[in-house]
């Protein structure tokens, strides 16, 4: 019995491969915000030495996110209330999201006002003091043993043979 294979050019496994490691990369970054929160991830990243100014930025980028998804939604709520049915054109897009920015830039300015009002100068303060622990310890040995793990045993190449059922 002669079987077929399927001919696939390497561009498309190429494009493939970028795209599941870009899928894994971003559900691993979400996995660690999910489970730590931004909070404690900025100040983990301030206690390994990360620049002040990028903790700030990273915790502001987060706030503002939804910040601008409530200013985008109320955007939406009132362009629906004025009778906006259907989908709008392109045109109403681009009109929609300048006055979003615009909106965006405005509720900045005032946040901004308000922080200094409350002196803030840059740093992000926190309440709990972040300590090692062993659970700590043991999450560090089980990833170091997985990445030796995965250094010595071709893992792609195993996954292959047992999906596959083909014998080394």
Known sequence: EVSQG???AGGW???GSILLRFALTVTAALAVVAGTGMHALCAGLAALGTPRVFTAQLLFLWRYTFVLGGEGARMATAREARGG???PTLAVYGSLAGHLLLRAFERAERIHRAMLARGFDGEIRSFRALRWTA???AFAIGW???FVVARAVHLPQLLGRLLTGMSP
Do not use: C, E, L, Q
Request: aromatic content about 14%; hydrophobic content about 40%; charged content about 20%.
């Open 85 to 87: 049915r259907g989908s």
């Open 13 to 15: 496994i190429s494009f």
């Open 6 to 8: 399927v001919t696939m």
């Open 135 to 137: 659970r700590d310890s």
């Open 144 to 146: 170091i043993g997985f």
